[in-house]
């Protein structure tokens, strides 16, 4: 059974950076499709980051592009340059049969 926890997420001051984690479990391949989502309020879900840990594939949304970035080591995201629109609940999500099959409970960052 595959379980994500995200952790990382706080309040930061704008200009500020904040690395989030997934832990992931229960995972029994080696190469998949890991992704970053946010939600803010009112707004719908969106793609931020992702990869394919086997190597090649990987994606960054142009809003986020030049300041964040997801390691295809650790499935960490780093975010650099924060700004006010970039709060919101952040998941980590895993794919699975073409579809983002698995996803955290998300984790809070407010930018003020």
């Known amino acids: 059974h595959v379980q994500l926890v995200e952790s990382g997420g706080r309040s930061v001051q704008a200009g500020g950076s904040l690395r989030l984690s997934c832990a992931a479990s229960?995972?029994?391949?080696?190469?998949?499709?890991m992704g970053w989502f946010r939600q803010a309020p009112g707004k719908e879900r969106e793609g931020v980051a992702a990869?394919?840990?086997?190597g090649g594939a990987k994606y960054v949304a142009d809003s986020v592009k030049g300041r964040f970035a997801m390691s295809r080591d650790n499935l960490s995201l780093q975010m650099n340059s924060l700004k006010f629109e970039d709060t919101a609940l952040y998941y980590c999500?895993?794919?699975?049969?073409?579809?983002?099959?698995?996803w955290g409970q998300g984790t809070q960052v407010t930018v003020s």
């Open positions: 990869i394919y840990t086997g």
């Open positions: 229960g995972v029994t391949f080696r190469s998949y499709c």
């Open positions: 999500a895993k794919g699975y049969g073409g579809s983002w099959k698995y």
